[in-house]
């Protein structure tokens, strides 16, 4: 079996509060990384992505817990490492060569053969010509191909990127991914395995030999698993969408045990077959569900909601709740890494508001089970009244206690924006409100 060059086990990070208290951010985790391979770490902000490409670089030192370079303490060697950060990170008043020649000078290399090697890899990442250059005149993608030729200079064994695309724009991301891939595919850099952390699915899954989901509060580690796809790898690929579709699902559903891995056999993917008894209910407003269609509807009706939130200034994981509520109730569908708009989701977003409570409320009954049952049950009982332990006691199979609360507060606000029912929070009860008495006067008689 292949031996690994970083071996991370049972480490931690935490800060301490005081004397009794800590904030962990990092659980007890385990990780390796084997050479030839392309990993990629995903999970929501605050999950502690980059603290852990830190620690497993050397850059910080656990909190508990050891981080192993080829079998012995990273704190007692010296790991032959580079990291490409999300901002360029160029010294402005160093030519394009002598950023490039830097941490080569910094190692005590003398200087012919530093010139040598950093026109090499100039050459090799396509910047021959630029090498008496300044930042300022690079255009953003050329700027991050200095910060690779940069790291890459150094010939390392392992090369760290901490979200390295995310400050170019779409088409410049996409080239320079490709460019990486290829070198690293036709072998003409000489790094032995490459740690990504990205938070853009599909760039995890067109690039990666193995994806890492980790979840927060602390962070850990959700999913593991190896991309049995062939380079190069097709958008349009059914296996590819099932792998998209998957780990979206991991993100956006924290406190639900991931499902199995879609299985790819043969160029097609098989989806597991088992189902929630409970559909985990995003904590959205309707309100933010209709302003998210409306918003798509501006774009098209179809958007990538990674752009989407770069072009809002959002933070992804504020949207992902509010997209998850659109699909889970039909009105948006995910294609492709995609989110396009239904006929149901236009009509939604485009009625007016007595109109949208008709749609909201059709449905909540059709694809929402918790609601379904609390109407029923509501309608089936003599006072039209039900406590809230019912649900809770059906609830705790499947969430924590927390999140049982947290399901039926969500529950509750959308069954009495659609007029499904009403709740009555000093009885902690479910109800149907009897109709209200008409206060109107009798007409008199005539005597």
């Known amino acids: 079996m292949t031996e690994p060059i970083i071996q991370a086990r049972q480490v931690e990070k935490f800060y301490a509060q005081s004397r009794d208290a800590r904030i962990q951010v990092i659980a007890?985790?385990?990780?390796?990384?084997?050479?030839?391979?392309?990993?990629?770490?995903?999970?929501?902000?605050?999950?502690?992505?980059?603290?852990?490409?830190?620690?497993?670089?050397?850059?910080?030192?656990?909190?508990?817990?050891?981080?192993?370079?080829?079998?012995?303490?990273?704190?007692?060697?010296?790991?032959?490492?580079?990291?490409?950060?999300?901002?360029?990170?160029?010294?402005?008043?160093?030519?394009?060569?002598?950023?490039?020649?830097?941490?080569?000078?910094?190692?005590?290399?003398?200087?012919?053969?530093?010139?040598?090697?950093?026109?090499?890899?100039?050459?090799?990442?396509?910047?021959?010509?630029?090498?008496?250059?300044y930042p300022r005149e690079l255009s953003g993608g050329m700027r991050q191909r200095v910060g690779f030729a940069r790291a890459l200079v150094v010939e390392p064994e392992v090369l760290f990127m901490d979200e390295p695309f995310s400050a170019l724009d779409v088409l410049t991301a996409d080239n320079l991914r490709g460019e990486l891939l290829e070198l690293w595919l036709k072998k003409t850099i000489p790094t032995q395995a490459i740690f990504l952390v990205t938070h853009n699915i599909e760039e995890a899954v067109m690039l990666a030999d193995r994806i890492i989901v980790l979840g927060r509060n602390p962070g850990h580690v959700r999913t593991d698993f190896k991309v049995?796809?062939?380079?190069?790898?097709?958008?349009?690929?059914?296996?590819?969408?099932?792998?998209?579709?998957?780990?979206?699902?991991?993100?956006?559903?924290?406190?639900?045990?991931?499902?199995?891995?879609?299985?790819?056999?043969?160029?097609?993917?098989?989806?597991?077959?088992?189902?929630?008894?409970?559909e985990m209910l995003p904590h959205a407003r309707p309100g933010g569900i209709a302003?998210?269609?409306?918003?798509?509807?501006?774009?098209?009706?179809?958007?990538?909601?990674?752009?989407?939130?770069?072009?809002?200034?959002?933070?992804?994981?504020?949207?992902?709740?509010?997209?998850?509520?659109?699909?889970?109730?039909?009105?948006?569908?995910?294609?492709?890494g995609d989110a396009a708009i239904t006929p149901e989701g236009r009509a939604y977003a485009e009625s007016e508001i007595l109109r949208q409570k008709e749609l909201f409320r059709q449905a909540a009954v059709?694809?929402?089970?918790?609601?379904?049952?609390?109407?029923?049950?509501?309608?089936?009982?003599?006072?039209?009244?039900?406590p809230e332990e019912f649900f809770l006691d059906m609830l705790d199979e499947q969430f924590s206690d927390d999140e049982c609360r947290r399901q039926l507060e969500t529950a509750i606000s959308w069954g009495r924006y659609a007029e499904l029912f009403d709740w009555d929070d000093s009885r902690r009860r479910f109800v149907i409100p009897e109709p209200e008495e008409s206060h109107e006067p009798e007409p008199e008689t005539s005597r």
């Open 28 to 133: 007890a985790t385990d990780l390796v990384i084997f050479p030839g391979e392309i990993v990629a770490l995903l999970g929501p902000s605050g999950s502690g992505k980059s603290t852990l490409l830190r620690m497993l670089s050397g850059l910080s030192l656990p909190s508990a817990g050891r981080v192993l370079w080829h079998g012995r303490d990273v704190a007692s060697t010296q790991p032959n490492v580079s990291i490409v950060f999300q901002s360029f990170a160029l010294f402005p008043w160093l030519s394009v060569q002598q950023n490039v020649e830097a941490p080569l000078k910094a190692r005590g290399m003398e200087a012919t053969e530093r010139h040598r090697r950093s026109l090499k890899i100039l050459d090799t990442v396509g910047l021959d010509g630029f090498e008496a250059a």
């Open 228 to 278: 049995a796809l062939p380079q190069p790898r097709e958008r349009k690929d059914p296996a590819f969408i099932a792998l998209v579709d998957y780990i979206y699902k991991v993100l956006t559903q924290p406190d639900v045990a991931p499902a199995e891995m879609p299985v790819i056999a043969g160029g097609r993917h098989i989806r597991d077959q088992r189902q929630m008894h409970y």
């Open 291 to 336: 302003a998210l269609l409306e918003l798509i509807i501006d774009f098209g009706g179809r958007t990538d909601i990674y752009r989407l939130a770069d072009e809002l200034s959002f933070e992804i994981d504020d949207l992902f709740p509010i997209v998850e509520a659109a699909q889970l109730l039909g009105f948006l569908r995910i294609e492709e």
């Open 366 to 386: 059709d694809h929402v089970l918790l609601l379904r049952q609390i109407t029923r049950a509501l309608a089936n009982k003599s006072d039209h009244s039900v």
